[in-house]
């Protein structure tokens, strides 16, 4: 057990009374708590539709299903992300076809999805990794001729702000992940976000096996529904997410100043066009010249967790078995696994806890 673990969730007796509350009403399945949170995030986003999943991946696979992609398709992702990313492109019938990202931000950009488009490409799914927005403008207006629909993985950017607007309607869709390592958590939960009435139709019959009406079924769904203790606690978790994220921005200033002057590490690149970062994970980039795994077990043994979050998809085995994708296919992308490292950044850490972690990985890099 880490004294400092990598994530902990502002979490207590508020969100417990809550679910409590439902349960003792007997209706637990995903009903008005479910339709309550919704409304509140829709205001809180400025979006005019929020639809909640039982998890982020149902989110991601309903929002792609909405484009009718199947057998045949190809569908275009980033390989530096969470596997489910792709594996939503598989449960689909369709082909994921991997891209790289930019070296600074981590992030995918409208120059590594164009050189991947074919006549086969039908979809389009950009990530927002750690937390931080790609340029959406920028990819929307250098993909505009193509006429493909663009999907954002925003599971780590629930309360980041792009230009000044919160994320959530700057594509046709977003998807959202509640985990428990999430800024905000329902423990397994996930949201789409749209501004179109016909999408929104689209989704809510979706997670709920097709259903329009009841047992008129008018597409082949999924049983993605969420149920209302977990919206309970998500409309507690809601009132927490600003400080939460305000607490957070905080300890990353503290860290990148620290790290600053490091000869041997890079602190996380913000573009002009993020005003919010919701750092879910804090991200050091270390020099060639260190060897990040020894040194993660370095820091490890002083009690700190750390995490290689995560490694592309294209070298995970299922995916070299499937597609022969091998060490090498995508260079910048295991550049950048190999070099960086998700150090501890949650509300409440304190600054002992914070002043020692910096203090540690200063005196391991020295070794």
């Known amino acids: 057990m880490y004294k400092i673990p990598i994530a902990n969730p502002s979490i207590n007796k508020k969100e417990a009374k809550a679910a409590f509350n439902v349960i003792k009403k007997g209706w637990i399945s995903m009903g008005k708590e479910v339709s309550n949170l919704e409304k509140k995030i829709e205001k809180y986003l ?13 989110a991601l696979h309903a929002a792609l299903s909405y484009h009718n992609i199947g057998p045949g398709d190809e569908v275009i992702v980033p390989t530096l992300s969470y596997i489910s990313s792709a594996n939503v492109i598989l449960y689909c019938g369709a082909k ?6 930019d070296p600074l931000t981590f992030n995918v950009k409208s120059e590594n999805i164009i050189e991947k488009i074919t006549k086969k490409t039908k979809a389009i799914i950009t990530v927002d990794l750690k937390g931080m927005p790609v340029d959406y403008d920028k990819i929307q207006n250098k ?22 607007k919160k994320v959530g309607g700057q594509f046709k869709l977003h998807s959202f992940s509640f985990f428990a390592n999430k800024n905000m958590t ?15 139709k689209f989704l809510r019959i979706f997670r709920n096996q097709g259903q329009e009406g009841r047992y008129n079924h008018t597409y082949i ?33 503290i860290y990148n ?23 879910y994970m804090y991200c050091l980039t270390f020099s060639k010249s260190i060897n990040r795994d020894k040194l993660q077990k370095k820091i490890n043994k002083k009690g700190i967790d750390t995490r290689l979050s995560f490694p592309p998809i294209h070298l995970q085995p299922v995916y070299k078995k499937k597609f022969g994708y091998k060490k090498g296919d995508f260079p910048i992308s295991e550049n950048i696994f190999d070099q960086f490292l998700d150090i501890p950044c949650w509300k409440g850490m304190g600054i002992k806890n914070i002043k020692f972690i910096i203090k540690t990985i200063k005196e391991q890099l020295k070794k």
């Open 221 to 253: 769904g999924n049983n993605y529904r969420p149920t209302d203790y977990a919206a309970a606690i998500g409309k507690v978790q809601l009132t927490k997410i600003e400080s939460v994220l305000n607490e957070k921005n905080k300890i990353a200033k």
């Open 96 to 101: 994921p076809v991997f891209c790289e990202c």
């Open 257 to 279: 100043k620290a790290f600053k002057e490091e000869k041997l590490v890079k602190t996380p690149f913000l573009p002009n066009f993020v005003s919010r970062h919701t750092w």
């Open 46 to 58: 400025g979006v005019k539709h929020a639809i909640l999943f039982n998890n982020g991946t149902s």
């Open 186 to 200: 329902l423990g397994e939960g996930g949201l789409v976000t749209t501004n179109e009435k016909k999408i929104s």
């Open 143 to 164: 993909l505009k001729k193509y006429k493909i629909p663009l999907i954002s993985d925003s599971a780590e950017s629930f309360g980041a702000i792009y230009k000044n």
